[in-house]
């Protein structure tokens, strides 16, 4: 059973694109949701988290969009750039269980 | 400098071998984790220690130990190397209730 869908497995973009990836959960009792950015030969970095009580949070050309209600989240990049080219991973944090499950990834590459 | 360290970075074995991979801390971070990272299957948690001394199984911990003698180290230990585990292997540690940190990574190969 899968916690944590991510959708799409790849996507290619425009440079000043706009990217979007999405995850959807099912677990309730979630607390916490980033999102690491990985290059490659590099291990997986935090970029940007939400809290669920948060339905936006965006950092720079960034952007979290939370809806709890419907079990989703999803990542926006605005004006992609080539050093945007990278794989990201949603995750989802239970604070009681103390680890995190992660998408399976979406390896994005932005044409210049 | 400060940061989370593994090693090998590369590591080549034949099946049946024991290998360890390891992975050294020098913020003191309470939490610590082993994922194995595979095309299509992103991300999956292996083990993870809570403290020293305390260590729980992850989604896939089937042919692997760990230990945590000392806070700054967790070392991962394949008894007997399948092929099936080739794959990526990071080490993560955990700044607060949040923030994972993660290692550059081991590429392990087993023949």
């Known amino acids: 059973q899968q916690q944590v869908k991510q959708s799409p497995q790849s996507l290619i973009v425009q440079k000043g694109g706009i990217s979007i990836i999405n995850c959807a959960y099912e677990n309730t009792a979630f607390d916490y949701f980033p999102w690491y950015q990985q290059f490659p030969g590099k291990g997986p970095a935090l970029l940007i988290a939400i809290r669920p009580d948060v339905s936006e949070k965006k950092e720079g050309r960034f952007t979290i969009s939370f809806n709890k209600s419907a079990k989703q989240f999803s990542l926006h990049i605005m004006d992609s750039q080539p050093g945007d080219s990278a794989t990201y991973f949603c995750?989802?944090?239970?604070?009681?269980?103390?680890?995190?499950?992660f998408g399976d990834g979406t390896t994005l590459t932005v044409k210049p | 400098d400060a940061g989370i360290t593994q090693s090998p970075r590369y590591k080549i074995t034949e099946t049946g071998r024991q290998v360890t991979l390891m992975c050294h801390q020098t913020w003191s971070h309470s939490y610590m984790f082993w994922y194995r990272q595979d095309l299509g299957h992103g991300l999956r948690l292996i083990y993870y220690s809570a403290a020293a001394d305390i260590t729980d199984k992850g989604e896939v911990p089937d042919g692997y130990v760990v230990s945590r003698s000392k806070t700054e180290n967790f070392p991962l230990t394949l008894e007997s190397a399948t092929r099936s585990q080739t794959s990526v292997y990071f080490c993560?540690?955990?700044?607060?209730?949040?923030?994972?940190?993660f290692g550059s990574g081991t590429q392990l190969s087993v023949l």
């Open positions: 993560a540690s955990r700044q607060g209730n949040e923030k994972l940190f």
């Open positions: 995750a989802a944090f239970q604070y009681n269980a103390g680890k995190s499950t």
